[in-house]
């Protein structure tokens, strides 16, 4: 069909065309959403019973299990640093290969080290949790290899016309194995094998998974450049060290402004990390332990699926800075419907008790939270990995993640006082006699939230043109170019020196 055709014909096929796109993007780019989907499978599955796991099949205690979940995603957090500079150096499919053969090690020692332990080695249970926790942190190195692998994946893949539609797909198939993790895995299998048994089944079942995520690894043509001025030589990598590719990108200007950038957005990227440290909690609570738990697990997923298959010929008419700040905005936003009393939800027919108005707040604040995220969790990936030089896409992608893994822990020591303070077991019976002041109440802490939220879009708003930029590629590549006249001019000086000495 002609583009004439395509702009004036019906709605529905002028709405499909913009999907056409993707044509030019090649097998490598649906061979690494595969693997995106497969690895996002066996990551889902696994942090929904996590905890549950290690309490109810490996015996660990209470106050270990959940410990030892933020360990791994802390574990993950450290170990990104390092493997981005690995892939930059040795090419994709021997960094594929490196991580998935930890990922795929780590998780079998974890599914099964508590009985091999106990039944191969004679050891108790708690002796046994040993080689769980050893399961983990393999795990947790090889779970690191996949995100800058992948990321930089979609960028070599794709073409920069069909880079924000290739960027929109990768977090599409990321959240249709979220939403299909916990519905049509984790349910099942529990509802089958039980409540302990089923927990095993969970977690190896996963680890198949990874496997077929490794397999579709093999079938990438890593020598395959979607855009072929992107392309470095093997020669120009080979002879790098990951320390020296460290230092050389810390010290760029560009990676400077970026990681400004992305300290100024912490205040909203802090709300999602709330779904796995706050929230549940949260949820029991207020409403009680028959919460609906895996339904508004997956509810948040299903938006964001739905939500990018409608919207992405929409989205892609907008700038991705604009994108961002607007997503940002939205998802902060969505913190107003918990901060507001429940008791507001009154005049909404049918609410009657401070159960049905939580319940409806949740409800709320799950689906705004989730339009805002799909305006701006794939137009920060895909920002990312414009800023970075082609020889360094990698090491961008790996050492962007350095906010984040200083905010984890803040954000679980503020989570946790705030929750044992406003939001303790015990707290629903007090608000149902209406016993309790706003700045005692669990809708302090969402205020509280909010405004560390809002914070991140007012502040790209007020900087906007200094770290964040309507063009990174252009840019990096000026401010690339300043780099190498600045070094010229300093070698010239220095030559200059030592001839006059």
């Not at 790209?460 to 170019?481: C, H, Q, R």
Request: hydrophobic share 50%; aromatic share 14%; glycine share 6%.
């Amino acid at each position: 069909m002609s583009d004439t055709n395509t702009k004036t014909g019906n709605p529905i096929t002028r709405y499909f065309s913009e999907f056409g796109v993707l044509k030019e993007c090649g097998k490598n780019f649906w061979l690494t959403n595969f693997i995106q989907f497969f690895d996002g499978l066996a990551y889902f599955t696994l942090i929904i019973v996590f905890a549950l796991f290690l309490n109810k099949y490996c015996g660990f205690r209470d106050a270990d299990a959940p410990f030892w979940v933020g360990m791994y995603t802390l574990f993950l957090s450290m170990f990104v640093f390092a493997v981005g500079t690995i892939c930059d150096i040795i090419g994709l499919k021997r960094t594929y290969a490196i991580g998935f053969a930890l990922l795929i090690t780590g998780r079998a020692i974890l599914g099964l080290g508590s009985d091999f332990g106990m039944h191969m080695l004679g050891l108790s249970q708690d002796s046994s949790r040993y080689i769980v926790m050893g399961g983990i942190a393999i795990m947790s190195f090889g779970s690191a290899f996949m995100s800058p692998c992948i990321t930089t994946s979609i960028r070599r893949f794709t073409t920069k016309r069909a880079r924000p539609t290739g960027f929109n797909f990768y977090y599409l198939f990321m959240n249709i194995g979220a939403l299909l993790a916990g519905f049509a895995i984790v349910d099942p299998l529990l509802a089958w094998k039980g409540d302990v048994d089923g927990l095993q089944w969970v977690v190896n079942l996963g680890t198949c998974c990874s496997v077929c995520a490794f397999i579709f690894t093999r079938f990438i043509n890593e020598d395959f450049f979607a855009e072929p001025d992107e392309k470095v030589s093997r020669h120009e990598t080979s002879n790098r060290r990951p320390l020296k590719l460290i230092c050389e990108v810390a010290k760029e200007r560009t990676f400077q402004k970026l990681i400004v950038f992305l300290l100024l957005t912490l205040g909203v990227r802090l709300v999602f990390t709330l779904q796995f440290l706050v929230m549940p909690q949260y949820y029991t609570r207020t409403i009680g332990d028959d919460f609906q738990l895996g339904f508004m697990n997956s509810l948040n997923p299903f938006v964001i699926i739905t939500g990018l298959i409608v919207i992405i010929p929409i989205i892609n008419k907008f700038s991705t800075v604009k994108l961002m700040i607007s997503g940002m905005s939205i998802s902060a936003a969505s913190l107003i419907l918990m901060a507001i009393p429940p008791q507001c939800y009154f005049i909404v027919p049918g609410i009657t008790t401070i159960s049905q108005a939580y319940y409806v707040a949740i409800f709320l604040q799950i689906l705004v939270f989730a339009f805002g995220e799909l305006l701006f969790s794939p137009r920060f990936s895909e920002y990312v990995a414009r800023v970075a030089p082609k020889d360094k896409v990698a090491s961008y992608m790996s050492l962007s993640a350095l906010p984040m893994f200083i905010a984890k822990p803040i954000n679980g020591v503020i989570g946790g006082l705030l929750v044992s303070y406003l939001c303790y077991d015990g707290i629903a019976a007090k608000m149902d006699t209406m016993h309790i002041d706003f700045w005692h109440s669990p809708e302090f802490m969402w205020t509280i939230y909010l405004i560390m939220a809002v914070i991140s879009p007012l502040a790209i708003i007020l900087t906007k043109g200094m770290f964040v930029t309507e063009n990174p590629e252009a840019d990096a590549k000026k401010v690339s170019d300043e780099e190498e006249q600045e070094q010229a001019a300093e070698a010239v000086a220095e030559e200059a020196a030592l001839e006059n000495e």
